[in-house]
């Protein structure tokens, strides 16, 4: 609850940063699913519970996902490239979910 309340908010202030820093400045932002990291190994951890392993927690996690899996820290910064890139120049207040399709709202 508290981080789709956050998202809400982190889009809306993209939306007001880019409306005032235009031209000069694009402000995007980028949403990140389950990424494959130490700190989700960690917290996989403190979840296996009850004779479930930490691949078990992840399984289960990554089964959530449209597309099945993690993100890797590698698939996220080729996004984050991307719309700081001349390829994204027309890109400007827009929120990108890099999420493997699990984030279910609309922004």
């Keep these: 609850m508290l981080s789709n309340a956050l998202r809400t908010g982190v889009a809306g202030l993209a939306k007001t940063l880019a409306l005032e820093l235009a031209p000069t400045v694009r402000v995007n932002t980028l949403l990140p699913g389950n990424m494959s990291t130490d700190r989700s190994i960690e917290l996989a951890r403190s979840r296996a519970t009850g004779g479930r392993t930490v691949e078990d ?46 984030i279910r709202a609309t922004l």
């Design 57 to 102: 927690v992840m399984a289960e996690t990554s089964a959530a996902a449209p597309l099945g899996r993690y993100g890797t820290p590698d698939e996220f910064a080729r996004a984050a490239v991307f719309v700081s890139s001349p390829a994204a120049s027309y890109l400007t207040g827009a929120t990108l979910p890099v999420d493997g399709g699990i």
